[in-house]
């Protein structure tokens, strides 16, 4: 079993920034490419924002997020991140972390995660 923590929500005004982290205590962490998904208010479906590659190497992200967003991570602290600036009003939701054993590069496909966080809730204010 792995255990994902998500810190770093908040509430910030459009056009700003934050960092999420999620941590996990497991040394099998760079085993996992690692993926980032939220899920806006109102009923609507888990939506995929970013992947990482177990070494870091390679990242992948959605369209509505590209060039504002950067998903990183650091294997000796067992660490994902995820850094979001120029932040819109139709980011807020709730953002959770996930690690998919299976693919190196993981993937945009919910179903395919092994390890969910709790989330972590990001609201941006027009």
């Known amino acids: 079993q792995v255990q994902l923590v998500e810190s770093g929500g908040g509430l910030v005004q459009a056009g700003g920034s934050l960092r999420l982290s999620c941590a996990t205590s497991?040394?099998?962490?760079?085993?996992?490419?690692m993926g980032w998904f939220r899920q806006a208010p109102g009923g609507k479906e888990r939506e995929f924002v970013a992947?990482?590659?177990?070494?870091?190497?390679?990242?992948y992200y959605a369209d509505s997020v590209k060039g504002r967003f950067t998903i990183s991570r650091d294997n000796v602290r067992n660490t994902v991140y995820l850094q979001m600036n120029s932040l819109k009003p139709e980011d807020t939701a709730v953002y959770y972390c996930?690690?998919?054993?299976?693919?190196?590069?993981?993937?945009?496909?919910?179903?395919?995660?092994?390890?969910w966080g709790q989330g972590t809730q990001v609201t941006v204010s027009s």
């Open positions: 497991r040394s099998t962490f760079s085993s996992f490419a």
């Open positions: 992947t990482i590659s177990r070494t870091g190497d390679s990242t």
């Open positions: 996930a690690a998919h054993g299976i693919y190196y590069r993981g993937s945009r496909r919910p179903d395919e995660y092994d390890y």
